[in-house]
């Protein structure tokens, strides 16, 4: 029997569209800067690893899907991140209290958007080059009080709707292909994504995991040595 998922879980599950979205435009320049992966290991990563190790997972695949999903300039990353502890774009349902409304961009085939609690005073401007109508407008986001917090919220979400991923949840690549996975629509088929997409999304968290795990191991030995 299918899974069925409502549309308030539908808003609250989607984790990585914008990331996927980001990516397709701009590739893996988006993912350069050295000295972001430094700062984030630095402010990050105990939080990060207390949590990895609450749920059995690989901290830096924690670590580097963070990053992939919050990064916004070539040594930032987002407000969403930065204050609410909002790492993954993560929105708000209805039963949810903690919210903040946000200027974001969402993607539909069709030219209307109906102006709802859940992307609101939208507006369109422009169209993509796989012929989506791009809408701007502003939309609830979860909040968190602190990043053990939102790192929780998120692994519930991985485990529940992306079961691939959260069974290789100490496997970098094998965790990346199966956010590919997750059950999106109520007859239980899977979201389809081309090959090229996908290809480029992992290659693109496998960068930026590669250089959390080259970072953190200078780190170690700095600190034996």
């Known amino acids: 029997m299918a899974m069925k998922i409502t549309r308030d879980e539908i808003i609250s599950i989607i ?13 893996e320049e988006y993912m350069s800067g050295d000295m972001l992966i430094k700062w984030f290991l630095k402010k990050y990563k105990n939080a990060f690893k207390r949590v990895a190790n609450k749920f059995g997972y690989d901290p830096l695949i924690l670590m580097a899907h ?3 999903e ?19 774009g993560i929105k708000c349902h209805k ?14 085939f069709s030219k209307e958007y109906p102006d ?3 992307f609101r005073n ?3 401007i422009g169209k993509t080059k796989n012929g989506q109508y791009e809408f701007v407008g502003e939309a609830p986001f979860k909040r968190y009080d602190s990043v053990e917090q939102g ?11 992306y079961p691939e991923a959260y069974r290789n949840r100490t496997n970098p690549e094998q965790y990346f292909e199966g956010l590919f996975h ?8 899977y979201r389809k994504y081309s090959t090229t997409r996908k290809s480029v999304y992992v290659k693109s968290c496998m960068k930026l995991y590669n250089k959390l795990f080259s970072e953190y191991n200078r780190e170690v030995t700095n600190e034996l040595s």
């Open 66 to 68: 963070a990053l992939h």
């Open 116 to 118: 709802t609690s859940y």
């Open 122 to 124: 939208a507006k369109l």
């Open 15 to 27: 984790l990585i569209g914008v990331g996927l979205g980001l990516l397709l435009e701009k590739g």
């Open 151 to 161: 790192l929780e919220d998120y692994i519930k979400l991985i485990k529940k709707y």
């Open 95 to 108: 039963n949810y209290k903690s919210c903040i409304y946000l200027i974001t961009h969402e993607y539909r």
């Open 70 to 88: 919050s990064r916004r300039r070539r040594n930032d990353i987002s407000g969403l991140a930065k204050k609410y502890n909002n790492f993954f």
């Open 182 to 189: 997750g059950k999106k629509y109520s007859n239980g088929k």
